[in-house]
């Protein structure tokens, strides 16, 4: 079974909201990389494309174009760094597969399981969670102490919609992280 970690829309106008929330992203994305992809999901930042590396960022004609600070406000600037071999999607809509690159991407990464962090809760974290789970066949958990919609706050933990499409919501602690997702163990 190959796991991916998925950051939702961790852009500045959400991470300004959320300052804990982004900084355990950032800080669970170093342990994960050692164990599986990390693939970053952005809207509004670059047209839809194909997912590319982050290493391919400088070579992207419409990087240059539209994310030149003097083209695009801070709001939708990523807020962690990249890593060169982190992976980027950008989305027209609230999930992840409204680009239709997106599913083809993850089966040839050979990805069955997804675990997903970022914001909002209850909307773009919410809807690729679904679509993932729901349309595509992807086990999905969503790592509440990744997600936020503001405050560093989420009404969604327990909420049925999550149960209802068969995502689970799984409480971020060091004791229930799965094992082999390069957390260190108590």
């Not at 600070?69 to 990249?82: H, Y």
């Not at 999607?89 to 999930?95: A, F, G, H, M, Q």
């Not at 997804?114 to 086990?139: L, P």
Request: glycine share 6%; aromatic share 10%.
């Amino acid at each position: 079974m190959k796991q991916a970690f998925i950051a939702v829309d961790v852009q500045n106008g959400w991470a300004d909201d959320n300052p804990a929330t982004t900084e355990a992203i950032g800080a669970a994305v170093i342990g994960l990389r050692r164990e599986m992809p990390v693939i970053w999901v952005y809207m509004g930042w670059l047209p839809t494309q194909e997912p590319f590396q982050a290493r391919e960022l400088h070579l992207k004609r419409e990087f240059n174009a539209v994310t030149a600070p003097e083209k695009q406000s801070r709001w939708n600037q990523p807020a962690l760094l990249m890593e060169p071999e982190d992976w980027i999607i950008t989305k027209p809509r609230l999930s992840l597969f409204s680009n239709p690159f997106s599913e083809p991407f993850l089966r040839q990464l050979r990805v069955n399981e997804i675990f997903m962090g970022g914001f909002k809760t209850a909307d773009c974290v919410y809807a690729s969670a679904r679509d993932a789970c729901r349309h595509h066949g992807f086990k999905t958990t969503v790592l509440s102490g990744l997600t936020a919609d503001e405050g560093d706050a989420t009404e969604c933990e327990g909420k049925e919609f999550f149960h209802r499409d068969n995502v689970e919501f799984r409480r971020l602690s060091l004791c229930n992280i799965p094992a082999g997702l390069g957390f260190p163990r108590p």
